[in-house]
Structure formats: C-alpha cells, structure tokens
C-alpha cells in the first residue's frame, strides 16, 4: 500500500532529511520508517519520550514525528521540555486520542502542526515538504537568497486558485506579490499545499488570469509563501508591470488593516464572552471600511434561521426586518446556506434581495454591499454583512479584511462554545468522580464488614460462653465476678468495632477541619488489627508528634484503609517476612508525611508507572476492581497533597503520602 501512495509523487524531496518517529507501535513504526525511507529520507525510531530525548542530544533530526500517548513521559511534556524547544526542530504531532484541547495545547507549545490518526501518508508528505530545503535548480543562475527577498514586492489582495498535482483545487487571496513569488491565504478550511502546484492568479481587472506554475516553498504564520518557476511567456513581465502599477498604494490600508485584527485577536484571547467580541469586531471594522450599517447574524441552533446579535447604523424598520432571517433566503440567507462570500456595488440589484428588505435598502439608500460566512472549522456559524450609502464599491482588499474578521469571530465562537462543553464535562467529571469515591468506601465498608464479621462472631461465642459457664453456677464469689468482668470486656471490644465501623460508614459533612494523622493511624488499628494479627503480619508504628492537617477525616480514614488493606493483600501471599510499618513525622514547617511500609513482593515494574490509574489492579478476578489507589490518589490531590509509590531497596512497598499542614 506504501508504495502504491508513493508511486503517485512525481518528485523527491529536494534534501534527504534525518526523521526521528516517536511512537510505541512497532507497527506504526514500521510503516512511517518504509515510507519515509522511500521518499528519500533517513527514518530514526524511538519507542519513548525518554529515548527519543537521548536520541536528539546525541544527534540533532531535521523533523520529528511524535506520538501523544506514549508510555512514560508524554508527547506533551516532551513538547515542553527546554531541552527540546531550544533546539528549535519542527515537531510533527500525530496521535489518535488526543481531545481538541490537547491539539491545541501541542500547537501552543511549539509543534509545527497535529494530524490525526489514521494517517493518510500524502498528507505526512505535504507536512515534511514544509522543512526541506527548496532546490537550487529554482533559484535564478546569479541570484542570491537575499537578492530575491529583497525584489519589489506589492501588497495586494488578489483571488488565487491553487491547483494539486493530486487534483485538489482550493481558494485563497494574495497578501502579497512579486515578480519571484507570492504568498497567499487560505479561503475558510486549512489546507496543506503540496509540493509543486498550478496558481491561478485574478488579475485587478478582474478578466485576466494567469497561470503560474509554482513551487510551494514555507509555511508560516501570514500564510504560504510560493517560488514561481521560470518562464518565457511574458508572465512575469505581467507581475512586474502590475507591482510597478500598484507602486505601495495598497501599503496604506496595511497597518489599520492589521491594528484590526490584532484588536479581535486580542478580545478573543481574553474573553469567552461572545458579545463581547462581536461588539469590538463590529466597532473595529466601522474605523477602517467607512461602511455607515453593519449586521452580525448567528444561526439558531436548529439552523433554520438568523438570528441578529449585533449591528451599527441600523435604523428601526431595518433592524426589525434584519432580527430573524430564513437560512437559505435572501443575500444574508444565501451566504450562510452557500459559505460563500457576496458583494455588490448596488445591492437592491441583487436577485436575492428579499422584497422587504428591497423597500427597506431603497428607503435607506444602501448601495454597496459585502457579506461574508463566519466559519469554523468548515461550518458556518453565521453572517457578517457591510453596508454604504456610497456607490464606491468595497475594494479587495476590504473584503479580505471583513472575511479575516468573520474568521476571527468563528474562533471565538468556537472557543466559547468548546470553554461550554469543557465547563459540563468537567461538572459531569466531578459528579462521576465523587460517586465513585463515595462508591469505593461502600466496598471498603464491606470488605472491612467481612472481616469484622468473624472477629465480632469470637466474641459473642466468649461472651456466651462465659454466661453459659455462670448459668451453671459451680464457681465461687471470686470466679463468678472473673467471669462478669470478661463478658463486659468481650462485649466492650465487640461495641467498639462496629462503632468504628459505623463512624466510617456513615453520612458526613464534607467540611475540612484540623485532624491529627496519628489518631487516625490507632483508629485504624483499632478497626484492622485484628484481621493483621491474624494472618501473622507484625506491626510497627513509629508515631512521632506531628502538627495537624486541614482534612475531611473520613476521606483521609478512607485513604489510609486503602493503603493498608492494600499492604495486607500483598502479605497474607507472601512466603517471606510479614511486616507492615505505620510511620508518621513533620517533613518540614508546612508538610506531614504518613507512609505506609510492607515487607512483600513490593509492585511489578511493569504496573508501578500506572499504579494510580483508574481499574489498574494485579488482583485476581472478584477480589478487586482496580479503584482504590485511584480513589485514595484523587482525594489526596484534592486536599493539596501528594501522594506516591515506589519499591523499597530491601525489598517490599512503600505509599508516601505529603498533606500540608495547619499553620
């Protein structure tokens, strides 16, 4: 299958480059190293964050190729190494779990771009193009790197269309023009260009077109920068005569142009409020377009309609007609429905024009007139709309200012509805979360129960024992009285347990108070000892007086049950010593550190990584559900602690807990 997507490229890459590809699929592996070993490349692999790490200090990669879920350290967290952004090596993130978030955090800590599993292998390749060095063959024979930025170059927004060697067409305008290149924006959805392209450039006059065959050359922030190939046909001589034409008088709308749009970037980098970036959206572009009436139209969420949420410079009679518009009529109408930018230098000689809003335009003396989708991520949201009472045409140049606005708004948009549904998952996530702690300490509840049950059944059968043995009546004064004393002390101690039992088990106010750690180290004794003592494990407390900490005291009783009975699964199977070490002290002035020490087998190597993970457990089916440690995990997080495992070098477990303590 490789080779048949590569038969398809009629080009190498202009310079092999050395790709590190970090991800633990030897499969995968695999299939990236054959294939970038086919386009001309040397493929190098690292089944960890923590190789591939080792792998660009001995020897700096070209590119990388970087997994998120990777076992160890994360692709994440090696993105925000120091080590690894110094280098500056452009990292190609690829992953199949990752959330929207989690893309988005990647881009924002300096990957180059994020493709999501499955891979389709021409995309891998139009992704590397963007860091191969362009041959030397498209280089004028005298001409210089610096030579050629330094030629002529106009700011001009002009209508491209960019053909594929694959057969893929797509939109986009000009940001700028030379008589050696170009560089262009994308129109609405992103797009990768590939490697050599055909543009189709629309020339001022609107009825000249000319195709330059082209080379893609960078990527970068304004947009893709081209080379165009040589050529005799008098091409260039069209693109000089057109530069020397439009002189630097396009340079004046450049700066309020962009002083715009950093402005709505700005507003939607420090707020979710959607209001509030269609309110500086709209005040922004009046300063700059001259338009005397705007509209911002948002679909209703069944997409039937239009709904109005912002406007300027629109009297009554049109603001009414203009607050609900049907999706697929009239000019608004049509662009939300189509996606497609309209403009007019009349608009009541529009078709479209709905028969009210003809009457409405004609009273108002509304002429030219632009609308334009707001998209994200190629869904309409909505509609911007401009309007003049002037006959001067919106130019080119505005209306790639008004469609990169309605760009910025669909950001916003889509942040804010993302910022919305993170909000209810997170409820939903802490609802979920705290049913399953509350659901975990039913099951410590039973297990404990069970326990007790045959503890508690020994001291009944004492008690009525003794009582029996009174009943006969054969002892003396004395005897009598011994005997009373033991069935008041059996029953005492049978009291006492299940009171404990039932302090844990029962409704509790989740408020935090001050509690000392060591009186919960004897309450918990007093609730295990028994069954420990049992199964012969010998128990040490090194209990030294510590401060208090700010807790909820049957969470954290929770908590150390876990541990404990965790320590005790893995001693009753253990042939050797059977020692579980209860040890408290003040690990500094704003610390307590409890740890809870065993003697067993201690954790296989395999399981220590995700020990704290949810349903990790290396019990057999019935006798655990792989809970607990996440459960005791979260509540120690949520009481600003720490909490930790690792194996003990004389062999055996030990779970540290650090909780800050109560100034």
């Known amino acids: 299958m490789v080779r048949r997507l590569l038969e398809k490229a009629s080009e190498k890459p202009a310079k092999s480059m050395r790709v590190l590809v970090v991800d633990d699929d030897p499969a995968l592996c695999e299939v990236f190293g054959e294939f970038l070993h086919e386009i001309g490349h040397q493929p190098v692999i690292a089944y960890t964050a923590e190789s591939a790490l080792d792998t660009i200090r001995s020897e700096r990669p070209d590119a990388v190729l970087l997994d998120v879920c990777l076992p160890g350290m994360s692709g994440l967290d090696f993105l925000k190494l120091d080590a690894v952004r110094d280098m500056g090596v452009p990292i190609v993130v690829i992953s199949g779990r990752a959330t929207e978030t989690q893309a988005q955090e990647c881009l924002r800590a300096g990957a180059f771009d994020f493709i999501g599993k499955p891979v389709a292998l021409q995309r891998l390749e139009e992704a590397l193009a963007c860091f191969e060095t362009r041959?030397?063959?498209?280089?004028?024979?005298?001409?210089?790197?610096?030579?050629?930025?330094?030629?002529?170059?106009?700011?001009?927004?002009?209508?491209?269309?960019?053909?594929?060697?694959?057969?893929?067409?797509?939109?986009?305008?000009?940001?700028?023009?030379?008589?050696?290149?170009?560089?262009?924006?994308?129109?609405?959805?992103?797009?990768?260009?590939?490697?050599?392209?055909?543009?189709?450039?629309?020339?001022?006059?609107?009825?000249?077109?000319l195709e330059v065959p082209s080379i893609f050359v960078r990527t970068d922030d304004d947009g893709f920068a081209f080379a165009f190939e040589e050529t005799t046909d008098g091409r260039s001589r069209q693109l000089s005569e057109l530069i020397q034409r439009s002189g630097g008088s396009q340079t004046v709308h450049v700066e309020p142009h962009l002083r715009i749009l950093h402005r709505i970037g700005t507003a939607i980098s420090a707020t979710l409020d959607v209001d509030e970036v269609l309110r500086i959206a709209l005040d922004a572009l009046t300063e700059v377009t001259g338009h005397e009436i705007s509209s911002l139209h948002l679909l209703s969420p069944d997409g039937a309609s239009l709904q109005l949420r912002g406007d300027r410079g629109l009297r009554p009679r049109l603001r009414e007609i203009n607050r609900v518009l049907p999706t697929g009529q009239g000019l608004i109408g049509s662009v939300a429905a189509s996606g497609k930018t309209v403009h007019w230098a009349d608009a009541s000689e529009s078709a479209d024009l709905l028969p009210a809003a003809r009457a409405a335009v004609n009273e108002e003396g509304i002429h030219a007139f632009v609308c334009v989708p707001i998209q994200s991520r190629g869904r309409t949201l909505g509609a911007l709309s401009l309007g003049r009472r002037s006959r001067d045409a919106f130019t080119e140049s505005e209306i790639a200012l008004v469609e990169a606005s309605a760009n910025q708004i669909g950001l916003a948009l889509q942040n804010a509805q993302l910022s919305s549904a993170t909000r209810r998952q997170l409820d939903d996530l802490k609802s979920a979360e705290a049913q399953l702690i509350e659901g975990e300490k039913l099951s410590t509840v039973g297990k404990l129960a069970a326990g007790l049950a045959h503890e508690t059944r020994n001291r009944l059968t004492a008690i009525l024992g003794q009582a029996e043995l009174l009943l006969i009546g054969s002892d003396d004064a004395a005897k009598s009285r011994e005997r009373l004393h033991i069935i008041v002390q059996e029953t005492a101690r049978a009291a006492q347990m299940l009171q404990n039992l039932l302090r844990f088990s029962g409704g509790h106010s989740t408020e935090r108070k001050s509690v000392l750690l060591a009186d919960m180290i004897r309450w918990m004794l007093e609730l295990k000892g028994h069954q420990l003592r049992r199964d012969s494990i010998e128990i040490v407390t090194e209990i030294a007086t510590t401060r208090p900490v700010l807790g909820d005291e049957v969470q954290i009783q929770q908590v150390l049950l876990n541990l404990v009975q965790n320590a005790h699964q893995a001693l009753v199977g253990h042939a050797g010593s059977r020692k579980l070490t209860m040890r408290l002290s003040d690990l500094d002035d704003k610390q307590v550190r409890l740890e809870v020490l065993d003697s067993g087998p201690g954790i296989h190597p395999n399981v220590l990584p995700r020990i704290f993970e949810a349903f990790t457990t290396t019990k057999g089916p019935g006798e655990g559900n792989?809970?607990?440690?996440?459960?005791?995990?979260?509540?120690?997080?949520?009481?600003?602690?720490s909490l930790r495992a690792h194996n003990r070098p004389e062999g055996g477990a030990a779970f540290v807990i650090d909780l800050p303590a109560v100034s």
């Open 135 to 209: 041959p030397e063959n498209l280089r004028a024979p005298n001409a210089s790197g610096a030579e050629r930025r330094r030629a002529p170059r106009a700011i001009l927004a002009l209508p491209v269309r960019v053909r594929e060697q694959s057969g893929a067409e797509w939109e986009s305008t000009s940001v700028n023009v030379s008589a050696s290149g170009i560089k262009i924006r994308a129109n609405g959805s992103r797009h990768h260009p590939s490697r050599a392209t055909t543009l189709s450039i629309t020339l001022p006059d609107g009825g000249t077109q």
């Open 626 to 641: 792989g809970l607990g440690l996440w459960v005791s995990y979260s509540i120690v997080e949520q009481h600003q602690g």
